[in-house]
Nanobody, 125 residues
Framework: QVHLVESGGGLVQAGGSLRLSCAAS????????VAWFRQAPGKEREFVAA????????YYADSVKGRFTISRDNAKTTVYLQMNSLKPEDTAVYYC??????????????????WGQGTQVTVSS
């Protein structure tokens, strides 16, 4: 069993930065692929970024490529999402998910077994 807790969200002006953290408990976390998804009101959960268990492979949605960076520190069982050049359309609740997910399905939220409670990110124009 893995318990995930997101933090780092908040209110920021357009062009600003935030760093989200996904802290995990559970010894198997370091074996899991981890991804960030986001969900805006009235919209479906949307893939943002994913990272392999080793941290050697990362994947990004086109909408965030070049602005967001996902990383992980397995010694701290924590995954990060550095978000730069934020835009109002980045406003959403951000969730981290973890699980044994094939690289073919990294963008599929239904493939992740464990989820945090989410952290709100609001970008003002």
């Amino acid at each position: 069993q893995v318990h995930l807790v997101e933090s780092g969200g908040g209110l920021v002006q357009a062009g600003g930065s935030l760093r989200l953290s996904c802290a995990a408990s559970g010894r198997t976390f370091n074996s899991y692929r981890v991804a960030w998804f986001r969900q805006a009101p009235g919209k479906e959960r949307e893939f943002v970024a994913a990272i392999s268990a080793s941290g050697g492979n990362t994947y990004y949605a086109d909408s965030v490529k070049g602005r967001f960076t996902i990383s992980r520190d397995n010694a701290k069982t924590t995954v990060y999402l550095q978000m730069n050049s934020l835009k109002p359309e980045d406003t959403a609740v951000y969730y981290c998910g973890a699980g044994f997910v094939s690289s073919a399905f990294y963008a599929r939220p239904d493939k992740y077994d464990y989820w945090g409670q989410g952290t709100q990110v609001t970008v003002s124009s």
